[in-house]
Structures are given as structure tokens and as C-alpha cells.
């Protein structure tokens, strides 16, 4: 396996602190558990079952939920080093989201049944990376919970410059995918994003926010 893959791996929150002998237990000799996916091509389809998860080694992907009636919704971006998919190979469900790369992506492919054969250590840290998942899926519901477009886009900047600890805060997210995450429409997003900046509530610069200095300290 490449290097650079090999240092991603052991900067994952599932596999930090380990050693190049303890990782290669979990992985195959001939390299087959790692796949490439073209540009808006689907790692996982919705609907699907997988015995598998993900461990994003390059590349940009999203969680999206396709509606019903039309549209999706974005449940969260990926980056290289981060995990999707276990809750669904752990419990065996299908799918109740799909994920698409954004640019070329190349995936390692690892069996969580393996993992807790094998290893108590891994098995905690798995349960706590689906713990914290969680916790994040509770603060995205908590910003779309306003009916508001406003209120929706000021909880999710407040949420940013919390973390961050910044009133400068930078989002992952095109217009788009922002529209597609706070789940509104892209014009009205812009209209609004228009509005605030003219009443001098936010900066705009790309993807960059300016807010007044008090979000980052949450009050």
C-alpha cells in the first residue's frame, strides 16, 4: 500500500497511535479492500446493504439524502481520513443515505466484523466515532429546525464560529451544497445571504463569513 495512504490510516481516529504491523492485520495483502471512484460517481447507493465501511484515503465525497418528491439534502461532507457508512454495515440496515465523490476519490474498504473480532481497542474507538456522529447529526438538526432561511443560516454560521472560536469562519460548502444543507432553495439562500449583508450582519467573501465577534463566544 502506498505511504501516503498508510499516514492517513494511522491519522484516523480509529487506527491514531498504531503501528504499521497492528494496521496490516486489518487490511488485504493483494490491496482489493482500496477502490478509486471517478468524479460524481456513488460510493454507496441509498437502498443498498453493505458489510463494509469507508475510510476516505483521498478525494472529497458528500453524505446526501435524495427527497422524495426531487432534490437532496446534504447530511455532511468528507474529507481524506474520515469514516462513513459503519452504522449501516454494523447493523446490516440498508442504506438510508448515499454517497457521492466530488472529485476523484480513492476508498479504503474495511469490515467492521473483522475489527471487533479482533480488536477491543478498535471496537470502542468504532463505537465512539458512531457516538460522535450522532452528536453531530443532533447539532445539524438543531440548525434547520428554524423556519426561517435567516434563522437557519445563523445558527449554522454560530455553530461554525463556536467550534472555530472565531467570528471568521470558513464553510466546506459551495452555494449549492449550503442551500442542499440547510435544505432551501439556492436562490432564496442567495437573496437572503444578499440581505444580511447589506443590513451588515455578515461579511462575504467566497467562502469565507465575517460575524460580529460575539458568536464565537456564543452569546
Known sequence: MDNKYIKIIKGTPLFQGMSDEEIAQFLRPDGSGIKSFRKESYIFHAGDKTAYFGILLEGKALIERDELWGG??????????QLFGEVYACTGEPLGVSVCAKEQCTVLFLSP????????????????????KNLRLNEKIQVITPRTIRGRVMAYLSSLAKKSGSHIVTTNFDRQQLADFLCVDRSALSTELGKMHREGLIDLNGREFILPENCSRGT
Open 72 to 81: 437532496r439534502s446534504i447530511i455532511a461532507p468528507l474529507e481524506a481520513g
Open 113 to 132: 466484523e473483522s475489527i471487533i473480532k479482533e480488536s477491543s481497542t478498535l471496537t470502542a474507538r468504532l463505537l465512539k466515532i458512531t457516538a460522535m
